[in-house]
């Protein structure tokens, strides 16, 4: 049994678009390494708290204040802390019981 063979004009259409795709992703490569290097050329210290604040978004997105990442003062912090755990226990439709402990709504 034969089978039949693509046309020539396929087989190139195929190469040319893998070769694109491959060209775009190294372009985009290129262009990342390229824009990290003008970054860290023009920063300073303020890149590196960007960064931490960004990590701390990203772990609790309840928490778009400054004074987590950087506290000015301990009792600042420690408004925050308790800001954010009433934020995160808000969050879920459960209740804490009189020991503090939390239990979902599905198990009273």
Not at 14 to 35: C, D, H, P, W
Not at 57 to 70: G, I, N
């Amino acid at each position: 049994m034969l089978l039949p063979l693509p046309s020539p004009y396929i087989c190139t259409y195929v190469r040319n678009m893998y070769a694109m795709r491959r060209r775009s992703i190294l372009f985009a490569q290129e262009e990342g390494r390229k824009t990290q290097e003008r970054e860290r050329e023009t920063a300073g210290p303020s890149a590196a708290t960007r960064k931490q604040k960004k990590r701390v978004q990203k772990m609790c997105p309840y928490v778009l204040s400054r004074s987590l990442v950087r506290p000015s003062k301990p009792d600042v912090r420690q408004e925050t802390e308790r800001r954010v755990k009433q934020a995160i226990f808000s969050s879920f439709s459960g209740q804490a019981d009189a020991d503090g402990r939390w239990s979902p709504a599905w198990q009273r």
